[in-house]
């Protein structure tokens, strides 16, 4: 089955990285909402909030992804896209999808093949020292960056302390970088080579042996990054540095996995750098420093951002804090952390939610999620997503009729579509349908009455359309939706009654045409020849086609000088 996705699991840890697809595994089993289509993939997962992610298959093997997390939101291909590619590739083998969800179209041929990773390791491992000389000789003649990258690290490898640091400090140097608060793009993408060459220059220090010095190194170039950050005046303006400024946090905590730097140290070294300008930008996580810091360090850190949180609650200092927490293994802690401030629209019981049942916690889970809906009560914003996972475990334990209260309460306060189409697939489940519709459309109709829009619920005399268009009663929307329709919906209708309600579709029709007339460009030349193929459609309906040679001929007359629409009239026979 992953082959109809178009993807593998290498593929994923190809546009994760080893870091973020290793922390993908553990959200895997989190991911909600799965919807596999036609050569995309989305789903939510759960992290410092509900983030939301779409995964398309590229266009030669393999996947790119979107998450609006701050990490993926810079263009990386997150943990929350992996674990949303790891569900996929799960649901696909273990049952066949539906036919309204078909997998991904394979790009790739259906051939297994051996992953490259698992050749080159071990063909490497059979090269003998003078043949792996030799290649890497030849590679680096044939890649002036490899070379100069090798070059680096044998300088690196000789020189002393005073000297690479020296070297690191005059890369990181910021320069005119930013004058007054701008930062030149040309120069932000220079400076960020620079940064990447620092990044080369830790590694090297690793791969020498000197892996404390990394550790230095590394603290004292993300400090300088931060007065960068300031210099420039926000981070927004510095984008280019994001994925260098990454790998340097990549090369720190990898350089205190060698080294085994002091824990405490370390930890209000995190904790400085996590509080300060650039520690969001970095996308370090203290669950990754679990292993340097220990518990000792872990509650060392957890202390100094308690304190900062105290000082000023909220913000960074809350996040940190919950982070620490989470990396402790302290699920009720974490709650009550969460707890001290609860969002009146239930997401925050939903994060409560989600943590203890991937501590195993379900049935405290749904009472969590519970009392977040009841705290919610008749608000029009209740959480999308606390609803939709709440409303999941109720069907999921046999408890259709609490699902469906829920969402009766939901549309009773929503009244949109989509919460009338949740309510019908509920009812359904129930076998009650038909007198929950009556209901439904007679609270619609109630709301139309008043006409305009209600607070909080929109405008429910266009809901009310869409409803009765969603259900197939075409002539009832059409009454309902005099003077209320939007064009939108005016365009739907006459689509729909063309056959059977011609003179009616012509006049939407005709109507729709007159300010179209006024524009020029592409799009709008498109919609005016769509428009005079449907008012045709109509005119031949009614046996007036004379009628319709009379009025396209004045059409004609009057964009004469508009060579692009005649040209698309003449294409499409008009």
């Not at 400024?245 to 750098?273: I, N």
């Not at 579509?417 to 009556?438: K, T």
């Not at 209901?439 to 869409?466: I, K, M, N, Y």
């Amino acid at each position: 089955m992953s082959i109809q996705l178009g993807f593998t699991e290498a593929d994923l840890r190809d546009a994760a990285g080893p870091a973020s697809f290793s922390r993908g595994e553990d959200y895997a089993g989190a991911v909600s909402g799965l919807d596999i289509g036609d050569g995309t993939i989305r789903a939510t997962v759960p992290g410092g909030e509900t983030y939301r992610v779409e995964l398309v298959v590229a266009g030669r093997p393999g996947v790119a992804g979107a998450c609006d997390c701050p990490y993926g939101a810079d263009g990386h291909f997150c943990k929350h896209c992996v674990a949303v590619g790891l569900a996929a590739l799960r649901q696909t083998v273990s049952a066949a999808p539906e036919p309204s969800a078909v997998a991904v179209p394979a790009p790739r041929p259906a051939v297994a093949r051996p992953d490259r990773e698992d050749l080159l390791a071990p063909w490497l491992e059979s090269l003998d020292r003078d043949a792996l000389l030799a290649l890497l000789a030849e590679e680096s003649a044939a890649d002036p960056d490899l070379r100069d990258r090798l070059l680096l690290r044998a300088e690196v490898a000789r020189a002393d302390r005073t000297a690479v640091r020296d070297r690191v400090k005059r890369l990181l140097d910021a320069g005119a970088l930013a004058r007054g608060g701008y930062v030149d793009p040309e120069e932000a993408i220079a400076y960020a080579r620079d940064v990447t060459q620092a990044v080369t220059v830790l590694r090297g220090l690793i791969a020498a042996g000197r892996a404390a010095e990394a550790v230095d190194g590394a603290r004292w170039a993300l400090w300088r990054l931060g007065e960068v950050y300031e210099l420039a005046g926000g981070a927004e303006d510095l984008w280019d540095l994001s994925p260098p400024v990454r790998d340097l946090v990549a090369v720190h905590l990898r350089a205190c996995r060698a080294a085994r730097p002091d824990p405490e140290p370390t930890a209000r070294w995190l904790v400085g750098h996590l509080l300060g300008p650039v520690g969001e930008v970095t996308g370090a996580d203290p669950v990754d420093y679990r292993d340097v810091l220990g518990p000792v360090g872990l509650t060392r850190a957890l202390d100094l951002a308690t304190e900062a949180w105290r000082r000023e609650p909220g913000g960074k200092a809350k996040r940190l804090r919950e982070q620490l927490l989470r990396a402790q293994g302290d699920v009720d802690a974490l709650i009550a952390a969460y707890a001290t401030e609860l969002a009146p629209n239930g997401a925050t019981h939903l994060r409560i939610a989600r943590e203890l049942d991937e501590a195993g916690r379900a049935g405290d889970a749904l009472e969590w999620a519970e009392r977040g809906l009841r705290a919610a009560g008749g608000r029009h914003d209740v959480d999308h997503d606390l609803v939709e996972w709440t409303c999941a475990r109720y069907v999921r334990a046999g408890r259709l009729d609490d699902a469906l209260t829920v969402r009766r309460g939901l549309f009773r306060v929503q009244g949109s579509l989509q919460s009338y189409r949740s309510l019908r697939s509920a009812a359904r489940a129930c076998g009650c349908w038909e007198d929950e519709r009556e209901a439904a459309l007679q609270l619609l109709r109630a709301l139309a009455s008043r006409g305009g829009v209600v607070p909080g619920l929109g405008h429910p005399a266009r809901t009310l359309v869409d409803v009765l268009l969603d259900e197939g009663e075409v002539d009832a929307a059409w009454e309902a939706a005099a003077g209320h329709a939007d064009d939108r919906q005016l365009l739907t209708l006459a689509d729909r009654m063309r056959d059977h309600r011609p003179a009616d579709a012509l006049g939407v029709y005709l109507r729709l045409l007159e300010p179209l007339k006024q524009s020029t460009g592409d799009q709008a030349y498109n919609e005016v020849t769509r428009l005079l193929r449907s008012i045709r459609a109509c005119h031949e309906r009614l046996g007036t086609a004379e009628e319709f040679s009379h009025r396209l001929s004045a059409l004609r007359a009057e964009f004469k000088r508009r060579p692009k629409l005649m040209k698309l009239l003449d294409e499409n026979g008009l």
